[in-house]
């Protein structure tokens, strides 16, 4: 679905009103021991309405494209603004002004294979695993994409198209454990990221030296222990700062969570962190890269812009939607996405990363007496204090300055406003972790990227 001439909706328009073309296709197939588990496709596309009035907003969809189909849904979601209007009498004056063009769609040049082309592709992989680790006692293969394809218009003149799409190849594989405290061990990871398929994978032999080196952390995970439990001196590899910028940091301060009693709310403009610690939520472009998840126009025509979340340690910004900013008198900066057509647009982040620092990760390795590299997380949660929980599935222990042996599953916990108080080193490369997805209230595409961080945290052993 490629939606033309969206503009001619403009005259239907009596309020404020921001119109929403939408699709997503996805294709997901799964294969667990050489089993095919699911191989399904799907595709949702409709079209949204929202109408602001007085300090309310109606709202409307349907699945349908049609021109007859569009007019009815600005109706209706006009009516309902009036109605909930003529109700609540908020008397609130208009949102702030935002008008922007632009025009992405970053599809592949390459010709895209079909469904048989993608199974034949993890089946491959599947087979390589089985005749190469017949010591494995399970292996999975995940092989998923998303297209995600908006067009919008608002009453403002905000005219934008975007296609952006992603494919992720999860492998996880299992073993028996050498130790007599633990019976098996699973070690994972994820290949692809932003783009097609074609983009990323072809001969499925590109991804057997990947294969290999998950299978060789996994068997040095065989061969580990649990950690120590309790406060220690570690290094967080980039894919563990990503999340914890992500679900510590990022949540913390959206503005609609800053109201709703975020703990941020008590400190802009104060030290949340070392000096070293700075954060940002990049809309397209990070160090002169495109981002994993990039965006130029928000769900309410708003120009995307970065937005300094942690500048030298300073809480400096919000993340807002037009409402928010209004609110506290800032400027709206683009994080209004909604992941269906017959969804809301609601604060969210978009590429959020800590940045690359000084150091080096093998000096801040060496810079530990007893403590522990921390590389993979597994998942994460956090709360509106910044206090976390997230697991631990690849580590090493540190054991003067020199990497030991390998850690089992753990987790890590804390809260992330001291925690950052602790961090003395940052290393000076950074990699994006992008595969993530976002659960607040909608499931959204997001990238969450950073360095090494030398750091205090508590770990959760045996």
């Not at 065989?222 to 990022?250: K, N, S, T």
């Not at 209004?326 to 609601?346: I, Q, V």
Request: with cysteine; proline share 5%.
């Amino acid at each position: 679905m490629i939606y033309r001439n969206i503009e001619r909706h403009a005259s239907r328009f009596k309020d404020y009103t921001e119109l929403r073309i939408h699709e997503n296709r996805s294709l997901g197939i799964q294969i667990l021991n050489g089993d095919v588990l699911s191989n399904n496709r799907e595709s949702g596309a409709g079209v949204s309405a929202r109408v602001y009035r007085g300090g309310v907003w109606g709202f409307a969809s349907a699945p349908f494209l049609d021109d007859a189909a569009i007019g009815r849904v600005i109706e209706t979601a006009t009516q309902n603004a009036q109605f909930l209007s003529s109700r609540e009498k908020r008397g609130m004056g208009p949102l702030p002004m935002a008008k922007a063009s632009a025009a992405h769609d970053l599809s592949s040049p390459k010709p895209r294979g079909n469904q048989e082309k993608y199974l034949g592709f993890a089946r491959a992989l599947d087979a390589y695993l089985k005749e190469k680790h017949p010591e494995l006692l399970s292996r999975s293969i995940y092989l998923g994409t998303l297209e995600v394809e908006k067009h919008l218009l608002t009453s403002e003149g905000s005219v934008s198209t975007l296609l952006v799409p992603r494919t992720v190849l999860y492998l996880s594989a299992s073993r028996e454990a050498k130790n007599a405290s633990k019976d098996r061990v699973e070690q994972g990871h994820v290949f692809g990221g932003g783009g097609h398929f074609e983009e990323h994978f072809g001969d499925p032999a590109a991804l057997f030296p990947g294969i290999e080196a998950v299978c060789e952390d996994l068997a040095r995970k065989a061969e580990g222990d649990h950690a120590e439990a309790g406060e220690h001196e570690v290094v967080l590899g980039p894919d563990l700062a990503g999340i914890l910028a992500h679900e510590a940091i990022g949540h913390t301060v959206e503005a609609d969570l800053v109201l709703g009693g975020s703990v941020a709310g008590d400190f802009l403009g104060k030290p949340v962190a070392t000096e070293l610690v700075s954060i940002t939520d990049f809309a397209h472009t990070a160090l002169g890269a495109p981002c994993p998840q990039p965006l130029w126009v928000d769900d309410e025509g708003t120009p995307a812009r970065d937005t300094v979340l942690i500048e030298n340690g300073v809480l400096k910004n919000f993340m807002h939607n037009k409402e928010t900013a209004r609110h506290f008198g800032h400027e709206a900066t683009g994080h209004a996405r909604a992941w269906s057509f017959s969804d809301e647009p609601l604060i969210r982040m978009r590429n959020t990363a800590i940045l690359p620092g000084k150091s080096r990760l093998a000096d801040m390795i060496a810079s530990i007496d007893k403590g522990y590299y921390l590389e993979q997380p597994s998942n994460g949660q956090a709360d509106s204090t910044s206090e976390f929980m997230f697991g631990v599935t690849r580590g090493r222990e540190i054991r003067g300055g020199k990497l030991g042996r390998a850690l089992f599953d753990a987790t890590v916990s804390g809260v992330a406003f001291d925690m950052l108080k602790t961090v003395t080193m940052v290393s000076d490369d950074m990699r994006w972790e992008s595969g993530g997805m976002c659960g607040k209230k909608q499931p959204i595409p997001v990238g969450m990227g950073g360095p090494a961080l030398k750091c205090r945290i508590r770990i959760g052993g045996r």
